[in-house]
């Protein structure tokens, strides 16, 4: 007979999720919310501990085991316009990653088990969390090197607006096909708060501007960049359509290429999750 410690089968579980659940923002370029993926995580642990106790075997129906993996997706990544895109590469690398634990288990290893989509191990506690903490490391190492850009990528942005220049690392993005309506031009979308010392001191939207892009407009257009401000339209994966709060700049120059006087779009969150960038624009 198999003794199954509870704490540990919890503690196994929500581990072997909250590093899926990382590997899977971090392939997507995700934001990553730490706590919200915790919960996530530890909902998938909860699933795991309440198979073991009598009369749930249920369970362990297809549906429940979809319907626990949707939770857990939308606890972690539930605010991200890319819902849909997040989900597809979790359960591709949940799929190979049981793939992997079962293909080790066929050569005679024993370290970790997968059954009925849950994962056991026989290992001390101890050697759990340290396995861990090595294959936290080893993705964090291998994510970040697959996530670095080549110099060809990243270029530096600088955008005028009167007198006033704020430069930016911009990444030139062949699936950024963000233009303005009007002029079907290209767009430059930065990250917000990048762009404090472009606007004088009061005159530029604050936070609450940038998340809420259609009274921060109302409440801007009558001050001195009121010409100069935009209501952008996109449309992006899990989102249906939004508004991004945009300036008009006097110039923009890429690299060595100058744009002249494109629309930047004002974006509420960061642009890349690992910080290597603040800024987006399309193919030159």
């Not at 270029?155 to 220049?165: C, H, I, Q, S, Y």
Request: one cysteine or more.
């Amino acid at each position: 007979m198999t003794v199954v410690y509870i704490d540990e089968l919890f503690l196994l579980n929500l581990t072997v999720n909250y590093l899926l659940l990382l590997s899977a923002g971090k392939l997507a370029g995700e934001r990553l919310r730490r706590l919200w993926l915790g919960a996530g995580a530890a909902l998938g642990g909860l699933y795991a501990a309440a198979v073991c106790f009598p009369g749930m075997g249920f369970l362990l129906h297809p549906l429940c085991k979809l319907a626990v993996g949707v939770a857990m997706l939308l606890l972690a990544y539930g605010r991200s316009p890319r819902l849909l895109r997040v989900s597809l590469v979790f359960f591709g690398v949940s799929a190979a990653f049981g793939g992997g634990v079962f293909a080790i288990a066929l050569l005679g290893g024993r370290g970790l088990t997968l059954k009925n989509g849950i994962f056991y191990s026989g290992m001390d506690l101890r050697l759990i969390l340290l396995s861990a903490a090595g294959c936290y490391t080893l993705l964090t190492l291998v994510f970040r090197r697959g996530a670095v850009h080549t110099p060809r990528e990243l270029r530096t942005a600088v955008v005028r607006l009167g007198e006033r220049t704020v430069s930016l690392v911009t990444l030139v993005d062949t699936g950024h096909t963000l233009t303005d309506p009007v002029s079907g031009r290209m767009v430059l979308v930065a990250e917000g708060r990048k762009l404090e010392d472009l606007f004088p001191p009061g005159s530029g939207p604050d936070p609450w501007a940038l998340t809420h892009p259609v009274e921060g407009m109302e409440k801007l257009s009558q001050g001195a960049l009121g010409r100069r401000l935009r209501l952008l339209p996109y449309r992006a994966v899990g989102v249906e359509c939004g508004f991004l709060l945009a300036v008009r700049a006097d110039s923009v120059r890429v690299g060595g290429e100058e744009l002249g006087d494109l629309l930047v779009a004002l974006s509420p969150t960061p642009v890349s999750d690992g910080g290597n960038c603040t800024a987006l624009i399309g193919a030159l």
